[in-house]
């Protein structure tokens, strides 16, 4: 079987766990397309789950209530060993790219990570990704009685329900204690669409000038158009912005349909984070930003004035 | 405790990188200590600055010699011995954990720190992979870190937000971005580095082989369509702007 950890939260399935899907079926790999959910109270989770997958296998447990690298990769290991599992696919967020090691490790199998696509060329799977801050695309591939893949948001399409849905299976587990205790957790909670699921993004840099001009104009923009706000870690750094919004190398990984950049400057680490957006469009004063090497659309101008009338404009 | 830090030499962000044959050749390219790492050596010199008891500091660098740079650098910035384990072969992360536990275990260390991401390969997993192998708890994206005793605290970021946690050593720390601010190293230190312990450890003595095969490599660029609009009169730049983001790229309704 082909075994996915399925990523959820609030309650519903998140789009990358059907981009999950869709990958797993790409990849050639046999078997039923099985989902497992891990967490408490999520039956409505795992029937979600059953309308896009073979089968469904719901751990629902106290001690899964919030994530845990170690009980996460416990769980996945021991289900992957106890269904005979050929492939473990993980999400490539921050905690699937976390515990998808361990998991690894604890099946002595190769771990294929934040893969972009994935195929079979006879028993190995083989998976791009992206390398040197996402300049570089390698080929890569392994091959093993079982191979861990996580897979990258925003690769894959999402897979839409099946025509009948999977079973559902109650799984249990041995769970190890968990040795991280967690004495406090901020959430950066958002009125707007998450920054990882959004179709357009405005984000802003340090030529936006000030944090009272960041929520003018990115923030007026984003609301004008339904986007999601992205920062720059300059940004960030400022003070201005929570971190959950950075967007490049040490924050977050893009790649929307529209990227709009406002006084960003574009350095590598930042493209590293967006650069595979599908239309990238700039804003900048400075003509040689590096920005504009990568922009579908620019306008070299003074934001003060354009992004005023961009608002005005999409509003109409 | 001793601190076992984690440091690779990698591609400068802005330096050109260019692919000969099937791989990324970095003949000619500049390389820098991988900042990320960076912030792992600094905090082992914070915490023992902090008073935490701190017995030794050891750098380790796994991979071709270009990374006795690195391991001078963080020699310089003031950690006490290096070790190299020089090797041409390529390693997934997963493959080279091994070598890290092996090293970490012969050394006696009770801390571990590694940068979160790898500026070269894109990959989160060492920490997480030598955590697993030592079966130790590990904490990853760390950008506050205390030690007392035996017992670690901080603050990490997760998938929405951050977390403060606890947890007892041996443990696996990724570092990054916030944590600290590396310093530089002073002329009076790196000359004193010179005379620091760098071992070169026989790759030989590690058995571990990569399980992950590279096919290939290339640099991909999207073929973007450049097109620039005259920011002079702002109104006419936006309604330009809105037109081609719905009509042309169709991105906005």
């Known amino acids: 079987m082909i075994l996915i950890v399925a990523e959820h939260s609030g309650g519903s399935l998140a789009k990358s766990t059907l981009e999950m899907v869709t990958a797993a079926r790409a990849s050639g790999r046999e078997g039923p397309v099985t989902l497992l959910v891990l967490g408490q109270g999520i039956g409505a989770v795992a029937k979600e789950a059953a309308a896009v997958a073979d089968q469904v296998l719901v751990a629902d447990l106290p001690a899964l209530a919030t994530y845990n690298a170690e009980l996460w990769a416990a769980a996945a290991a021991q289900i992957a060993q106890e269904g005979e599992a050929n492939t473990v696919i993980i999400g490539g967020s921050r905690s699937g790219r976390e515990f998808a090691p361990r998991v690894a490790v604890k099946l002595g199998a190769p771990y294929l990570e934040d893969a972009i696509s994935l195929s079979s060329e006879g028993a190995a799977l083989r998976a791009q990704r992206y390398t040197y801050l996402a300049r570089v695309t390698e080929t890569v591939e392994a091959e093993g009685p079982v191979v861990v893949v996580s897979v990258k948001p925003g690769s894959f399409q999402a897979a839409a329900p099946a025509a009948q849905a999977g079973e559902e299976y109650d799984v249990e587990l041995e769970l190890p204690a968990p040795r991280v205790e967690i004495t406090g957790r901020s959430v950066e909670k958002s009125s707007r669409v998450a920054l990882t699921e959004a179709d357009v993004i405005v984000t802003g840099g340090r030529g936006v000038g000030s944090p009272e001009n960041f929520a003018a104009y990115v923030e007026g923009f984003a609301d004008a158009i339904g986007a999601g706000v992205g920062a720059t870690r300059a940004v960030v750094d400022a003070g201005w912005r929570p971190y959950a919004e950075q967007v490049g190398q040490t924050g977050k990984t893009v790649q929307p349909g529209a990227y709009i950049a406002l006084g960003v400057s574009g350095a590598v680490q930042h493209l590293s984070g967006m650069g595979k957006s599908k239309n990238i469009i700039a804003i900048n004063k400075d003509a040689e930003a590096p920005i504009f090497k990568v922009a579908d659309y620019g306008i070299v101008g003074d934001l003060n004035q354009i992004v005023p009338a961009l608002i005005e404009a999409a509003k109409k | ?253």
Do not use: C
């Not at chain 2, 990490?156 to 971005?177: C, I, K, M, W, Y």
């Not at chain 2, 310093?183 to 992950?212: C, F, G, H, W």
């Not at chain 2, 590279?214 to 973007?224: D, K, S």
């Open chain 2, 1 to 253: 405790m001793k601190i076992l830090t984690l440091v690779r030499q990698v591609p400068d962000a802005e330096a050109r990188i260019k692919i000969q044959g099937q791989t990324v050749d970095l003949d000619g390219t500049t390389v820098v200590i991988d900042g990320m790492d960076e912030y792992g050596v600094e905090e082992a010199l914070r915490l023992r600055e902090g008073g935490a008891q701190v017995e030794e500091i050891i750098a380790l660098a796994i991979g071709p010699k270009r990374n006795e740079d690195a391991l001078r650098t963080a020699l310089a910035m003031g950690v006490d011995r290096a070790i190299h384990i020089e090797t041409d072969a390529r390693y997934d992360a997963v493959s080279l954990s091994a070598m890290v536990a092996q090293v970490a275990q012969q050394e006696g260390a009770g801390l571990i720190l590694v940068g979160g991401q790898e500026a070269d390969w894109d990959s989160q997993a060492l920490g997480a992979a030598t955590a697993e192998r030592l079966g130790w708890p590990q904490l990853t994206w760390t950008n506050e870190l205390k030690v007392e005793g035996d017992t670690l605290s901080g603050r990490h970021d997760v998938d929405d937000g951050n977390e403060s946690f606890r947890a007892s050593l041996p443990a696996v720390v990724t570092t990054q971005q916030g944590l600290n601010e590396p310093r530089y190293p002073t002329l009076p230190n790196i000359m004193k580095a010179k005379k620091k312990e760098l071992r070169k450890d026989d790759p030989a003595s590690y058995p571990s082989q990569s399980a992950v095969r590279l096919v290939g490599a290339e640099i991909q660029t999207r073929a973007r369509r450049n097109h620039m609009i005259d920011g002079k009169d702002p109104q006419a730049a936006a309604a330009e702007l809105l037109n081609l983001l719905r009509n042309e790229a169709k991105v906005l309704a």
